[in-house]
T-cell receptor, first 113, second 115 residues
Framework: AQSVTQPDIHITVSEGASLELRCNYS??????LFWYVQSPGQGLQLLLK??????LVQGIKGFEAEFKRSQSSFNLRKPSVHWSDAAEYFC???????????FGQGTTLQVKP | DGGITQSPKYLFRKEGQNVTLSCEQN?????MYWYRQDPGQGLRLIYY???????QKGDIAEGYSVSREKKESFPLTVTSAQKNPTAFYLC??????????????FGQGTRLTVV
C-alpha cells in the first residue's frame, strides 16, 4: 500500500534551536517527494521537492531535506528555527507529473520564545 | 498575479442541502484537484481532472460531484449524500500534459461547516 507516515504529530522547539521533522513513505514506483507548510486557515505552500539527483535538497525559508532511499525517508531540517516557522508541515509523495499526492498526517510545529 | 482562487472562504450549510465550492485558476494548468483536510488526517484526494470535460474519482469521492467545463474552473459540489461534510477543502492545480518534475499549487481553501 502507498502511504506516508509522519511519526510526530506535534513538536515544540525553542527559537534558535535546530529542527528535524521525520517522514517515511511507502510507494511502489519511483518516489517524488514534497514538503508543504500550512499556516492556520491557509492553503499549502511548497517548501521543497525531490525528483532526482542530489539527495540533499534546499528549499525556501532556510529548510532542507535529505532523501534516503534505503530508509524510505525524506526528513526535513532547519538549523535555526524562527518564531514565524510555527505552522503545520506535510510530507507528500506522488508521481512526477501530476498533483495526485499521498499526504502524511502532518506535524504541528510550535516554537517557544 | 497568477494563482488559484477558492471561494467562499467560509461556507455554512444546513443538513440535506447541496453546496458548491468554487475553484478558479489562471496558471494555464491543465490538471486540477480537490482535496479534503480533516484534523490529524492530512489531505485526501476527492476528485481530479487532467483535461477539460474529463475527471476521475479520487480516494474519497462518495457524496461529491465535480464538473470541468472550462480549463480555468473546477467546481466541487458537496451533496446531501456526503455523511460528514464539515471539513477544510483545498483545490490545487498542476501543469499536467504529462510534463514531469512539476508540483501542485494550492488555493487558500474553503472551510465548510454543516449546521
Amino acid at each position: 500500500a502507498q502511504s506516508v507516515t509522519q511519526p510526530d504529530i506535534h513538536i515544540t522547539v525553542s527559537e534558535g534551536a535546530s529542527l528535524e521533522l521525520r517522514c517515511n513513505y511507502s510507494y511502489g514506483a519511483t518516489p517524488y517527494l514534497f514538503w508543504y507548510v500550512q499556516s492556520p486557515g491557509q492553503g499549502l505552500q511548497l517548501l521543497l521537492k525531490y525528483f532526482s539527483g542530489d539527495t540533499l535538497v534546499q528549499g525556501i525559508k532556510g529548510f532542507e531535506a535529505e532523501f534516503k532511499r534505503s530508509q524510505s525517508s525524506f526528513n526535513l531540517r532547519k538549523p535555526s528555527v524562527h518564531w514565524s516557522d510555527a505552522a503545520e508541515y506535510f510530507c507528500a509523495v506522488g508521481p512526477s507529473n501530476t498533483g495526485k499526492l499521498i499526504f502524511g498526517q502532518g506535524t504541528t510545529l510550535q516554537v517557544k520564545p | 498575479d497568477g494563482g488559484i482562487t477558492q471561494s467562499p472562504k467560509y461556507l455554512f450549510r444546513k443538513e440535506g442541502q447541496n453546496v458548491t465550492l468554487s475553484c478558479e485558476q489562471n496558471l494555464n494548468h491543465d490538471a486540477m484537484y480537490w482535496y479534503r483536510q480533516d484534523p490529524g488526517q492530512g489531505l485526501r484526494l476527492i476528485y481530479y481532472s487532467q483535461i477539460v470535460n474529463d475527471f476521475q474519482k479520487g480516494d474519497i469521492a462518495e457524496g461529491y460531484s465535480v464538473s470541468r467545463e472550462k480549463k480555468e474552473s473546477f467546481p466541487l459540489t458537496v451533496t446531501s449524500a456526503q455523511k460528514n461534510p464539515t471539513a477544510f477543502y483545498l483545490c490545487a492545480s498542476s501543469i499536467g500534459r504529462g510534463v514531469v518534475n512539476t508540483e501542485a499549487f494550492f488555493g487558500q481553501g474553503t472551510r465548510l461547516t454543516v449546521v
